[in-house]
């Protein structure tokens, strides 16, 4: 029930697909070693980029010991949670698809929450809409959709509450 881009795709009615993988399958286990690759991929590239600008270290090394994590232990959710829910949305003009997949797991998210259970964004979902293999698994042409997804499953252990900005500073109000 999410919204959509609907100016963005058109008359086009199949703009949203769902994919739900679940845990200790085939299909699973193929989508962890393509985000595992993914993630090896990012290593390469960051740590390409400080060597060429060692100043940027301080910024970059937090995600890329995140990375070398998914490389050690897998992509935490992916085959650990009982369902993982991949959405994709075409791409449109203008390109507003990852606007329209964050309402998707929005509601996602809010529903997983009525119903008691965990929610997981995996954010480096987004980084394979480009991926062959994956395409090919999910029966897109590569492309021509854009990625996201999420964990879904009963939590091992309730996490605690995320740090926010105080609202209060966080907002002004404009005259």
């Not at 959509?4 to 697909?17: L, M």
């Not at 286990?29 to 301080?58: C, D, S, W, Y």
């Not at 075409?90 to 965990?118: C, D, F, Y």
Request: charged share 25%; proline share 8%; with cysteine.
């Amino acid at each position: 029930m999410a919204p959509y881009a609907a100016a963005a795709v058109g008359a086009n009615k199949d703009f949203r697909r769902f994919f739900v993988f679940r845990r200790d399958t085939k299909c699973i286990k193929t989508l962890a070693r393509l985000m595992e690759n993914k993630a090896a991929e990012g290593v390469q590239h960051f740590e390409g980029i400080i060597k060429e600008k060692p100043f940027m270290k301080p910024k970059f090394q937090p995600f890329i010991n995140r990375l070398k994590m998914i490389n050690d232990k897998g992509v935490p959710g992916v085959t650990t949670a009982p369902y993982f829910i991949i959405v994709a949305e075409l791409r449109g003009i203008p390109p507003s698809e990852q606007e329209s997949l964050a309402h998707v797991l929005e509601n996602m998210w809010l529903k997983t929450i009525a119903l008691n259970l965990g929610f997981q964004l995996i954010s480096l979902t987004s980084q394979m809409a480009e991926n062959e293999e994956l395409m090919e698994l999910l029966k897109l042409p590569v492309g021509k959709f854009a990625l996201n997804g999420c964990a879904i499953g009963y939590p091992e252990q309730t996490p605690q509450p995320t740090p926010r900005p105080n609202t209060q500073k966080a907002t002004k109000w404009m005259d």
